[in-house]
């Protein structure tokens, strides 16, 4: 199942639940600063890129697999608030 990933900011992204959900970790707390339903799990590794000086997510939910989850086939994408950067 996907891992997670770090960004320069100290956000922590991982999708690899079987609850469908994707979230958003502080790296020193661990605290959950943000969720997000997906209509199947995201058990691949997110990406993050930018474009325009605004910093972007991306995620494929497929579920299904080894988890026995609902199938999905889509990407979620999210623009992070500058903020959270």
Do not use: M, S
């Not at 922590?12 to 979230?23: C, K, N, P, Q, S």
């Not at 325009?52 to 608030?81: H, I, M, R, S």
């Amino acid at each position: 199942i996907g891992g997670p990933i770090v960004t320069a900011g100290g956000l922590v992204f991982i999708g690899a639940t079987r609850d469908e959900r994707l979230r958003a970790f502080d790296k020193r707390t661990g605290r959950v600063l943000w969720e997000h339903q997906l209509d199947a799990g995201a058990y691949a590794t997110p990406a993050t890129y930018a474009i325009d000086g605004k910093q972007y997510l991306v995620v494929a939910a497929g579920g299904g697999g080894k988890a026995e989850t609902k199938a999905g086939n889509a990407y979620w994408c999210f623009k992070l608030p500058d903020a959270l950067r």
